[in-house]
């Protein structure tokens, strides 16, 4: 079992990425089905005309802007210098008239604005509209000084100055030319005196643009580090959200202390986080959620089909013979039929990082679209093999009650002589155990024995399962460094990826590393999950690899 732990940001970073990868003409709205608006991947040629005669004829700001910035991307390049030229002058005086930071009605639109003029500006070396811009930034500044006396939520600039102070940083090789010693001074004094009187959940904006600003600047670090780490030591204290809270926070404050070499504070966090861990294990928050999904009529009936299929004549055939219609790999998902069901549209990583902990211990941290994307896959995988695995348990007991028993599967794998005469010994007795219930002791024998008979089916066939370090010496692979090898994916894509889902992929069931380490939960130790682990070992057993010539190997 694992927990997710969302933590809202600013979506900044999300813009930022926008503009790096599609331009400043970004979509405003992208739909489910891809379907852009503005539609920027289909211009038609015509639109070019109609935007310079909308720009001749309209008043509206915010308007002529979207017409010159599509002119400077897609427009005449002779043109460009002087539609650039245009942009900087309209955009400077709307900035200056929006520039008293109590009347900025939309801070995102004032900062598009803003790092659109600087960008351009810059560009095409109009050095007097830099000069305006970094007197228009003193006055901004200046203005959005706050009196620490009168200082409320409410009258805070506080949203308006972290975006400016992103908005500057993107420039940080161009910021002596945007900014005077005194804006720096006062730009940076004042995110101080937020950070000081601001609420705890607030603070770490303010922090980081601190810690940002003295990187750039040259200054020493250390301090600025130290309360980082400091804040999330703080945060997982004092705001009393329970463990799992607390364990999060404490290895986000573990990790900036390894990030910036504050060495002395490692080991009392690693102590730390040791404490919440042993005391989330004896609390609620570990209790399973469970809740019921309806399975549309055709999928079930798709389902009943295919186990009328490998139970119809069973009668004629023989207990050994039926076995091998378990190898099929009807009974588990497509792994590139997840990948295509996850939509790479989810609001989601715009709005949340993610953090997933298995038995207390951060497992996978997610930030960005691809990690999310990576999430949803797992969990859309291991959802569908529950239900698709269902069908093997079912014709799995029609087998059984047909006398299908322990001696039969053993026969199965006994037969291959991939396997040691003691490995056959170790996995009859993990199967035994498995036909007498008793799930822990036969996935602890199972997982790690699936293992070595996977590694001893390719060494059979003269394939290598070793690597060579720089002495030498030979060890063996990780298992799964091993399942990456070239020469493994001989075997079906979909059973590859079962046996990484099951074993060792910590967002799936992970069992052989789990084991292995001795953090294995009571509750993901059953019939279903041993039952896998011999799946794997009949199908792995129902393969040979037959060489047709020297080149060419398969399955």
Not at 370 to 382: A, M, R, V
């Amino acid at each position: 079992m694992f927990f997710i732990v969302l933590t809202p940001f600013y979506s900044i970073p999300y813009y930022s990425n926008l503009v790096k990868t599609q331009g400043f003409l970004y979509p405003y709205f992208v739909s489910a089905n891809g379907d852009c608006f503005p539609d920027i991947k289909t211009f038609e040629p015509e639109r070019i005309e109609f935007y310079i005669a909308r720009l001749n004829t309209s008043t509206q700001f915010v308007f002529r802007n979207r017409y010159q910035n599509y002119l400077i991307e897609y427009g005449n390049k002779n043109k460009k210098y002087e539609v650039s030229k245009q942009l900087c002058e309209e955009s400077l005086k709307f900035l200056n008239e929006k520039s008293d930071v109590s009347d900025i009605d939309n801070i995102f639109s004032f900062r598009d604005v803003l790092e659109r003029l600087i960008e351009i500006s810059l560009k095409f070396k109009f050095m007097d509209i830099v000069e305006n811009i970094k007197s228009l930034l003193k006055k901004i500044i200046i203005r959005s000084q706050i009196n620490k006396d009168e200082f409320t939520a409410e009258n805070a600039p506080s949203l308006f100055l972290i975006v400016l102070s992103q908005s500057l940083r993107n420039f940080k090789k161009n910021i002596n030319d945007l900014l005077t010693s005194d804006s720096i001074t006062n730009l940076l004094d004042e995110l101080k005196v937020c950070k000081d009187i601001i609420d705890i959940n607030r603070k770490e904006s303010y922090i980081v643009e601190l810690l940002e600003w003295s990187r750039i600047l040259g200054n020493d670090i250390t301090d600025l580090a130290k309360e980082y780490g400091n804040y999330f030591v703080e945060l997982a204290e004092v705001s009393k959200r329970g463990h799992i809270f607390a364990i999060a926070n404490f290895q986000k404050a573990l990790k900036v202390y390894l990030d910036n070499g504050i060495s002395s504070e490692i080991p009392i966090i690693k102590a730390k986080i040791k404490r919440e861990q042993r005391e989330l294990q004896n609390s609620d928050e570990m209790e399973t959620i469970s809740h019921s999904i309806k399975i549309p009529f055709e999928i079930t009936t798709q389902m009943d089909s295919l186990v009328k299929k490998y139970t119809n004549d069973v009668n004629s055939l023989s207990i050994d013979s039926c076995i091998y219609r378990l190898s099929s790999l009807a009974f588990i998902p497509s792994k590139k039929s997840c990948d295509k069901s996850v939509t790479n549209n989810s609001i989601l990583p715009f709005i949340a990082s993610l953090n997933c902990m298995h038995n207390g211990n951060s497992i996978f941290v997610g930030n960005t679209e691809e990690d999310w994307n990576k999430y949803f896959t797992i969990q859309l995988y291991g959802h569908t093999l529950n239900l698709q695995f269902g069908m093997f348990i079912r014709i799995w007991n029609y087998y059984v009650d047909l006398g299908m028993n322990s001696d039969s599967i053993c026969r199965l794998i006994i037969s291959r002589d991939f396997l040691s005469q003691s490995q056959k010994t170790i996995i009859e007795r993990g199967i035994k155990q498995f036909f007498s219930e008793d799930y822990i002791s036969a996935i602890h024998i199972l997982a790690p024995q699936f293992e070595a008979a996977f590694r001893c089916f390719f060494e059979y066939y003269e394939y290598p399962t070793t690597g060579v370090s720089s002495d030498t010496s030979q060890k063996e692979q990780t298992f799964t460094a091993f399942l990456e090898n070239e020469f493994v994916k001989i075997l079906p894509e979909d059973y590859l990826y079962l046996i990484k889902y099951i074993m060792v992929e910590q967002l799936g069931l992970n069992i052989r590393n789990n084991i292995a380490h001795g953090i294995v939960e009571i509750h993901e130790i059953n019939k279903m999950t041993t039952l896998m682990v011999i799946y794997l070992f009949i199908v792995l057993c129902s393969y040979k690899i037959v060489t047709t010539n020297p080149t060419d190997s398969k399955t």
